[in-house]
């Protein structure tokens, strides 16, 4: 009895140092835990897949940075279905850094009462009473980006706290962490978020730091490819070169994710956007508006709400869609198939002049012979032909305005 006793103590103190170092370490430098991701069960692998298409929703960060409040969220979740977003597609409303500001002594999260006085809870309910559905932010380490409490020794009591609140989908940012090993901190995140039993989309944002493009998929459902965008010209041509170099890992259920839109924030213009937007769709990136919802001028709701354009993005096969063809004086041709068969090609303008593209049906896989050929920008059916006299050698060409883009459909065959 009495060596039982003493036994079950030590057990008990044992595993109460474990815990003790695990908290204290967890995050701290030098600590390189190397285990490799879980492989699924069978009750995983048979499990809903969370992204079979790249998620659409709305962040807060891009446009509104540390300045959030349940005001904000809740008159963009009335935006999200007034401006006809929610209809297009955009689902999620996630909120970024800055929502959080200590932990209770329970060692809960505690939501800033100042800009969130109802709680995240009533937050959330509001949120998916609008048919939407709720994210939030977090970090793997001590502290988030903009130093509030982060998730370091806290993953499985967080994931419970965001599962109670009725959290659908969670940022978990990268900073303060350097020393440690993504692949392994992130499978012990997606790990706290299985145990509580609630589907919780898991983006990954540690820029591109550890390659996650060669082991993200299957521990989130996105993942950061670059550093922070910013609302420039410079910074997204960046951007596109660098997102483009991983397109072999993307796919139903895991994207690469080239960070969240700026469109409609003014830094750039309106071709320039829709160059933005028309690359976003054809590399299968999630398209997380980061604009002001509740205040968006009509150019910008021609760009967010094309439908058909977003129907690229959403499509079905999932292929993130490759650079075709590279022309020496600063033109790209791009192309992207699609469930249907079609292909979708995107003429891009880096120069500053306009620019005269074309593209031959060989080139993108099209067999030889008639194809049908819509303007995704301009919404019009062009009827494009071998023997149409204007079009010759099987091949379609376009004007392509200074940093713009021209966007077509193609259905061989018809
Ligand atoms: C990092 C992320 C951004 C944003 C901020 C918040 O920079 O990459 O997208 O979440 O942190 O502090």
Redesign the pocket.
């Known amino acids: 009895m009495m060596t039982s006793k003493i036994s079950r103590m030590t057990w008990v103190a044992a595993f109460a140092a474990l815990l003790a170092l695990a908290i204290l370490t967890a995050c701290g430098p030098g600590k390189t835990t190397k285990e490799p991701p879980a492989a699924p069960t069978a009750a995983e692998a048979a499990a809903p897949v969370l992204a079979p298409v790249p998620p659409m929703g709305f962040?807060t960060?891009?446009k509104f940075?540390?300045n959030v409040d349940e005001k904000l969220i809740r008159g963009t979740a009335d935006a999200l279905v007034e401006t006809g977003m929610l209809d297009a597609g955009y689902r999620y409303l996630v909120i970024?850094?800055?929502w959080q500001v200590s932990r209770g002594t329970d060692g809960r999260i505690v939501a800033d009462p100042e800009r969130f006085p109802s709680g995240m809870k009533a937050l959330a309910d509001y949120v998916h009473a609008k048919g939407l559905l709720f994210g939030v932010?977090s970090?793997i380490g001590p502290k988030?980006?903009?130093g509030?409490p982060g998730a370091a020794g806290f993953f499985d009591i967080d994931a419970a706290t965001y599962a109670d609140w009725g959290v659908d989908y969670i940022?978990v940012?990268?900073?303060h962490c350097d020393d440690l090993d993504a692949p392994s901190e992130y499978a012990r995140f997606r790990d706290a978020l299985r145990r509580t039993g609630r589907p919780i989309v898991l983006s990954i944002?540690e820029?591109g730091r550890n390659d996650p493009w060669t082991w993200a998929k299957g521990v989130g459902q996105l993942w950061?490819t670059t550093?922070?965008?910013g609302d420039d010209w410079e910074s997204l041509v960046w951007i596109i070169g660098a997102n483009s170099r991983h397109a072999d890992a993307a796919g139903p259920g895991g994207w690469n994710d080239p960070?969240?839109l700026e469109v409609g924030n003014g830094g750039m213009t309106f071709d320039e956007y829709k160059t933005h937007f028309s690359l976003w769709a054809i590399m299968a990136a999630p398209l997380m508006a980061g604009n002001d919802l509740r205040a968006m001028t009509d150019e910008t709701k021609k760009i967010l709400l094309n439908k058909d354009v977003i129907a690229v993005n959403q499509d079905p096969l999932g292929v993130q869609g490759r650079v075709v063809i590279e022309r020496g004086y600063g033109g790209q041709v791009w192309m992207k198939p699609l469930a249907d068969g079609s292909k979708v090609v995107a003429f891009v303008n880096y120069t500053e002049r306009e620019l005269a593209q074309y593209v031959r049906w060989s080139q993108i896989g099209i067999p030889s012979g008639p194809a049908r050929v819509r303007d995704l920008w301009a919404h019009e059916d062009k009827g494009v032909h071998a023997d149409t006299g204007k079009h010759y050698d099987e091949r379609f060409e376009v004007k392509v305005p200074a940093h713009g883009v021209v966007m077509v459909r193609i259905w061989p065959g018809q």
Do not use: E, H, L
């Open positions: 962040n960060w891009n940075g540390c970024d850094d800055c932010y970090d988030t980006c903009a509030r940022k940012d990268w900073c944002c820029w950061r550093a922070d965008i960070d969240m």
